[in-house]
C-alpha cells in the first residue's frame, strides 16, 4: 500500500489530531513536543503533497469510500463524501501556510511559557491550520464553508488569548461579529448555486455553468464576503484590531489564514465561473479593491504609532498587489491574445506576492513580538537604540522591511515587478499607485527601523538582551525562506507560481481532471 495517496487527508487529520489531544498535555515539556511534532509532520505531508502534484498533476482524493457518491438499492446516487481536489494552486497554497504555521508554532514556544493557559492555545492552533489547509484543498462549496468556519472559530479564541486586555477582546468580537456576516453570505452563494445545479462540488458546478441572475447574485456574495475575510478596504476594518492584539505567533500565522479567503475568491472566480463570465465587471470589481487595499492602508500605516498596528495595516496593502495582479488576469482571461501578452504575467505576480508576502509579513510580526518580549512596548515614541542590544532581530527587521518595499535583491521586488509590468498595459495609473504603495510602504519602515533600533539607546532598554533561542529559530524559518525565493527567482516562477497560475488559469484542465476521477 502506498500510504502517500492518503496525503490530502492527513494534512487534515494529522493537526486536527493534535487538537483534539493537546489538552492532555498539561505538562509544559511534553505539550511543547507534541506541539512541535504536529506542525512539523504537517508542513512535512504539504511539502510532499506538492511535490506529488508537481509530479503527477491534480490529486483527487475521497474521504470515506473509494467513490465519490453513495449507490442506494433503487439505483440512485448521492454525493456525499467529502471530496479533495489538490491542484497546483492548491498544493501552493498549502505549502506557503504550513511553512508559516510551523514558523509562528516554533516562535510561540517561549511565549507559552510566560502564560497559562497553554494548552488551549495549542490546540486552537492546530484547529487554525486545519481549516486553513481544508479551506485550500477541498473541492465542494460546501465544506469550505465549514473549515472557513473552523479556523474563524479558532481565530475568535486566539485574537482574545490575552483575557486581561480589553481591547483583544473587542478586537476578537469586531472579528467574530464581521466574519459571521461573511459566512452567512457564502452561505446564501452555496445555496443559490445548490438550488441551481443540485451539487456542491465546484468542477461539477463548473461544468454545468450557465451565467443567469442567481449565479451572479451568487458570485457577487462570494466575492464581498471573502473580500472582507482576506481584509480588502472597505472590508477591513477588523484587520488592524485583530493583528495588533492576538500575540505575534498569531498575528504571523494570520496572515497566511487571510490569504486562504483570497485563495477562495480566486478559486471561485477562475475555477468555478472562469470563462462563463461574460462581462469584465468582477475583474474590475477585484483591482478596484486591489488599488483601493494598496494605497488607504498605507497611508494610514505611514501615520501610526503602534509597530503592530503599523504592520497590520501594511498587511491589507499588500493584500492589495495580490488582488491587482490577479484581477488583470481575469480580465485579460477571455482574451487569449491579452493573456499572453501581459494577463499570465499578471497572474504570475499577483500569486508569487501571495507567499512573498506571507513570508516577509510574518517575519515582520515576529520581529515585532521579539521587541515587545525584551522591552515590554511597541510604542515607536518609547523605543530606540534596539540594534546594539538585539543584533539578530534587528538583520531580521531590515531583510523584511527591505521585501515589503519591494526593494532589489529581495524577493518582494521581482513579485512587484511582474505586476508593476502587467498592470501598466491595462491601464498606466494602475502602475502609478502600485509604485506610489511602494514608496510609503518603504518610508513607514524607514520610521520603524530609526525609532526602535537606532539612535541613542534609552536607559530603559539598558538591560534588554536578544530574545530566547526558540525565538530566533521561528524567525530564522522564514528568513530562510525569504532568502531562497530572492535568490531562486527562475526557480520559484518554473516550480512554485507558474504551475501554480497555470492551474488558475486553466478552467478546462480542471474541470476534466476531477470528472475524469469518476464524479
Not at 494529522?14 to 504536529?38: H, K, Y
Not at 455553468?209 to 464581498?224: R, S, Y
Not at 492551474?503 to 481532471?513: K, R
Request: proline residues 4%.
Amino acid at each position: 500500500m502506498n500510504w502517500q495517496i492518503h496525503l490530502p487527508a492527513l494534512l487534515i487529520a494529522v493537526p486536527l489530531l493534535g487538537a483534539f489531544a493537546a489538552p492532555a498535555f498539561a505538562n509544559r515539556r511534553l505539550r511543547d513536543v507534541w506541539f512541535t511534532v504536529v506542525i512539523a509532520a504537517t508542513t512535512v505531508i504539504a511539502f510532499l503533497l506538492w511535490r506529488r502534484v508537481g509530479a503527477e498533476g491534480i490529486v483527487v482524493y475521497v474521504m470515506g469510500g473509494e467513490s465519490w457518491h453513495l449507490t442506494l438499492p433503487s439505483g440512485m446516487r448521492l454525493p456525499i463524501r467529502i471530496i479533495m481536489e489538490v491542484d497546483a494552486f492548491s498544493a501552493f497554497m498549502a505549502l506557503s501556510g504550513s511553512i508559516v504555521s510551523f514558523a509562528g508554532a516554533i516562535f510561540s514556544l517561549r511565549f507559552l511559557d510566560r502564560t497559562t493557559g497553554g494548552e488551549k492555545f495549542v490546540a486552537l492552533y492546530f484547529l487554525l491550520t486545519a481549516g486553513m489547509l481544508g479551506m485550500e484543498t477541498t473541492g465542494d462549496l460546501f465544506n469550505f464553508f465549514v473549515f472557513l468556519e473552523i479556523a474563524s472559530v479558532a481565530s475568535y479564541g486566539l485574537i482574545a488569548f490575552w483575557r486581561n486586555r480589553p481591547e483583544a477582546i473587542e478586537a476578537s468580537f469586531k472579528y467574530m461579529l464581521l466574519s459571521t456576516i461573511a459566512a452567512l453570505m457564502v452561505l446564501l452563494g452555496i445555496g443559490i448555486l445548490y438550488g441551481r445545479y443540485g451539487v456542491l462540488n465546484m468542477a461539477a458546478i463548473a461544468k454545468a455553468m450557465q451565467l443567469g441572475l442567481p449565479e451572479k447574485v451568487a458570485l457577487a456574495l462570494f466575492v464581498a464576503a471573502l473580500a472582507m475575510k482576506c481584509g480588502a478596504v472597505p472590508l477591513h476594518m477588523w484587520v488592524p484590531d485583530a493583528y495588533s492584539q492576538a500575540p505575534a505567533g498569531i498575528s504571523c500565522f494570520l496572515v497566511s489564514v487571510s490569504q486562504a479567503s483570497l485563495y477562495g475568491l480566486f478559486r471561485i472566480s477562475f475555477s468555478v465561473y472562469g470563462r462563463a463570465l461574460d462581462t469584465p465587471a468582477v475583474a474590475w470589481i477585484i483591482i478596484v479593491f486591489g488599488i483601493l487595499s494598496m494605497f488607504i492602508a498605507v497611508v494610514m500605516a505611514v501615520i501610526q504609532k503602534e509597530v503592530k498596528r503599523l504592520m497590520a495595516y501594511h498587511a491589507v496593502s499588500q493584500t492589495g498587489y495580490m488582488l491587482l495582479g490577479v484581477g488583470v488576469g481575469l480580465l485579460a482571461l477571455a482574451h487569449p491574445q491579452a493573456m499572453s501578452e501581459y494577463g499570465f504575467t499578471a497572474m504570475q505576480g499577483g500569486i508569487f506576492h501571495i507567499i512573498n508576502h506571507a513570508m516577509y509579513k510574518g517575519l515582520l510580526f515576529l520581529t515585532a513580538g521579539s521587541i515587545f518580549y525584551a522591552s515590554g512596548t511597541l510604542d515607536l515614541n518609547r523605543l530606540g537604540g534596539l540594534a546594539r542590544n538585539m543584533p539578530y532581530t534587528t538583520v531580521m527587521f531590515v531583510v523584511s522591511a527591505a521585501a515589503i518595499a519591494g526593494l532589489p535583491p529581495v524577493n518582494g521586488f521581482v513579485s512587484k515587478l511582474l505586476v508593476y509590468e502587467s498592470s501598466f498595459a491595462v491601464h498606466p495609473i494602475l502602475t502609478v499607485m502600485a509604485l506610489v504603495t511602494s514608496i510609503l510602504t518603504l518610508a513607514s519602515f524607514v520610521k520603524v527601523f530609526q525609532s526602535a533600533f537606532l539612535g541613542p539607546a534609552r536607559a530603559r532598554f539598558s538591560e534588554v538582551r536578544e530574545v530566547p533561542r526558540s525565538m530566533l529559530v521561528g524567525m530564522t524559518v522564514l528568513l530562510v525562506a525569504i532568502l531562497w525565493l530572492s535568490f531562486m527567482p527562475s526557480w520559484s516562477l518554473s516550480k512554485l507560481v507558474g504551475p501554480a497560475a497555470q492551474a488558475l488559469v486553466d478552467q478546462a484542465g480542471y474541470i476534466e481532471a476531477i470528472m475524469r476521477s469518476g464524479l
